[in-house]
Structures are given as C-alpha cells and as structure tokens.
C-alpha cells in the first residue's frame, strides 16, 4: 500500500494548512490512519490519528486543540487541518497506518505502508 501526501507550504505563524493523504488499494475504509512527524532531535511520531471508523480519534498534545483529523472513504483520503501554526511545527508530515488503539495513543505507531514523500510545512515567525 502507497501514501501520497500534498497540501504543504509555508505559511506565517497564525496560519493554517490543510495536508491531504491519499491511499492506494481498496483498504482505506478498514483502515486506521495517523498523521506523523519528526521534528528535530526526536524520532518520527504520530501527532494526529483517527481509527478506521472514525470513532476514536488521538491528539498529541502538541497539537491537540489546534488540528482536525478528517476522511473521505469514497476518495480514499484522510485530512489534517492545521490551524494556529506554530514555527515549531515547522518539519514533514506524513501519514501512515497504525494499529491498536490506547489511551495514550496509537498502539503500534511505525506504520506498515511504504512511506510517502511527505508534506512540508513551514511556518515563519
């Protein structure tokens, strides 16, 4: 299974993004997918993750009240919509599938799909 990010750009601190993630094959609708990110000095991470029904949905406190995890099953593409940038948010962003969800989070959070380009967001100050 393929990912392809797009929706990057810069924007000034304030603004917003909205990436899109679309993903191949006919898996999406069984699919629990997550935003990522590594941001300097630390490995990559999920910041954003919905389960396959959309019924649960994490936030990492980094962006938890900022962003809005979204899915259009019949185009097979999730959204993240990124208000309130910060320049520490500034870094790729990827998506990907996890698997088992927690109360902290995604339970296994490497992703199993081969990894997208990703999507560049930078915000200046």
């Known amino acids: 299974v393929q990912v392809e990010e797009s929706g990057g750009g810069l924007v000034q601190a304030g603004g917003s993004l909205r990436l899109s993630c679309v993903v191949s094959?006919?898996?999406?609708?069984?699919?629990?997918i997550a935003w990522y990110r590594q941001v300097p000095g630390k490995e990559r991470d999920w910041v954003v993750a919905?389960?396959?029904?959309?019924?649960?949905?994490h936030y990492a406190d980094s962006v938890k009240g900022r962003s809005t995890i979204s899915e259009d099953d019949a185009k097979n593409t999730a959204f993240l919509q990124m208000n309130s940038l910060k320049p520490k948010d500034t870094t790729i962003y990827y998506c990907?599938?996890?698997?088992?969800?927690?109360?902290?989070?995604?339970?296994?959070?490497?992703?199993?799909?081969?990894w997208g380009q990703g999507a560049q967001v930078t915000v200046s100050s």
């Open positions: 919905i389960g396959w029904d959309g019924l649960i949905i």
């Open positions: 990907n599938n996890y698997i088992g969800d927690a109360p902290g989070g995604p339970t296994v959070r490497c992703g199993t799909f081969t």
């Open positions: 094959g006919n898996t999406f609708r069984t699919t629990s």
